[in-house]
């Protein structure tokens, strides 16, 4: 079975500028979660969804957003980027909670 | 408090050792409680999930589980150095609510097992 996908592995941007990302999950799950890691942060949840629904939402700004395909495949976007933006962005495939999470190998953005 | 904390590293074993790796949980309603691994540059990869409590024991990695305590372990048999890596524990508290699909994850432990 194929693993997560995600695209692209690596960005550069300036802030200011806005940034899709892409994940494909492990066919036949539904559940996508997003992930944004740091090393001072470490992996904090961004949010999931599940057939096309935001099912939960961490705490990061409005500039945060994403979505999901029937398909679910799912997309975020951070618009407005900051420096603080900068960091490894981790999609997690799952059939759903509370089961296991699979992650794909992560998008790594830099802001400028 | 944090929601999941993990005993400070770096953890140093010999090649051969059993490394013990140890969680504790704020959240009384978790339910389950996954290990990874992560290599440097690479993404988090899937070791253990335990959901009830007791042992489960998959080759050379067991996971512990005490609710009454919220204590999570992972103890590593025989440590290679292939097992060097940073491990991070992760909690769930089920369906439901605000904890769909969300990981709560510890600050992670660094493993180095030396030859």
């Known amino acids: 079975k194929a693993g997560v996908t995600q695209t692209p592995r690596y960005l550069i941007k300036t802030r200011g500028q806005q940034v899709t990302l892409s994940c494909s999950p492990i066919s036949g799950h539904r559940s996508v979660s997003w992930y944004q890691q740091t090393p001072g942060q470490g992996l904090q949840f961004l949010f999931e969804y599940f057939s096309e629904t935001q099912r939960n939402k961490g705490n990061f700004p409005g500039r945060f957003s994403g979505r999901q395909f029937s398909n679910s495949r799912s997309e975020m976007n951070v618009s407005t980027l900051e420096l603080g933006d900068s960091a490894l962005y981790l999609c997690a495939s799952s059939p759903g909670p509370p089961r296991e999470q699979f992650f794909g190998p992560g998008t790594r953005l830099t802001v400028l | ?115």
């Not at chain 2, 400070?8 to 990874?36: H, K, M």
Request: charged fraction near 15%; glycine fraction near 10%; hydrophobic fraction near 30%.
């Open chain 2, 1 to 115: 408090q944090k929601e999941v904390e993990q005993n400070s590293g770096p953890l140093s074993v010999p090649e051969g050792a059993i490394a013990s790796l140890n969680c504790t949980y704020s959240d009384r309603g978790s339910q389950s409680f996954f290990w990874y691994r992560q290599y440097s540059g690479k993404s988090p990869e899937l070791i253990m999930f335990i959901y009830s409590n007791g042992d489960k024991e998959d080759g050379r990695f067991t996971a512990q589980l005490n609710k009454a305590s919220q204590y999570v372990s992972l103890l590593i048999r025989d440590s290679q150095p292939s097992d060097s890596a940073t491990y991070l524990c992760a909690v769930n508290r089920g369906a439901g609510g605000t904890s769909y699909g969300k990981l709560t994850f510890g600050q992670g432990t660094i493993l180095t097992v030396h030859p």
